[in-house]
């Protein structure tokens, strides 16, 4: 016969068990006031355009595939979308925030009537910090962004969380929402995307239209990352040739 429990008896955990909850709940606590502080500073940051920013205040969460890029990486990707933009240009980061942070670095030092515009649509909240350069965006609603944002943009960079096909096309479909025009050369969009080698083939067929290409360039991340990870785009310049 199996024991019984008293329905009235209060459970009780061994002492180590209960010390080690009341560790770990201590220090989710601790985890939590540090991110807060980060915010705040964060959020008085984001008022001062001036002020230099850091990817040390979002940590990652691998389960919703967030890998940032080395600072490195996520200036030479800022520079090229930077190079001959002016007040008139706008620039869409989409799922690649450490390349935001970099722009905003590198625009930091620049006077406010040269800098281009910059949105990051992204799906994690904490970046909402950033204001009105945050746009929320999930890839499973490709379409559903802000009316004002259609055709808007004449250069764009993605990184899209997943390797899947699923994934790719419809962040694909979101650029193209986004896309002030569908065509390469010298007035046309100029575009990158960071991916995985293996989606390759997926990528030409996309943005064949925009003549994309796999690029020598290869984007490294903070912590590394098993996969091979490409940069794809329709432009050469002094950072990469095509591959």
Known sequence: MDAQIDDDEPLQLPGDTLQLLVDFKAEQEVQKKHFESLKAKAEDDFTNKDAKLSMDVFGEDWQASQFWYTDETARILAEQLLDGASSESSIAVVSAPSVYIALRNLLSDKPDTTRPTIKLLEYDRRFEVFGTDFVYYN???PLELPAELKNHFD???CDPPFLSEDCQTKTALS?????KS???GKDGLRFISCT????GETIAKLYSKIAVKTTSFEPQHSKGLSNEFRCYANFECPSWTWR
């Open 139 to 141: 890839f499973e609603c």
């Open 155 to 157: 250069r764009i960079i």
């Open 175 to 179: 650029v193209r929402y986004l896309a």
């Open 182 to 184: 569908w065509t390469d």
């Open 196 to 199: 995985g080698e293996r989606v």
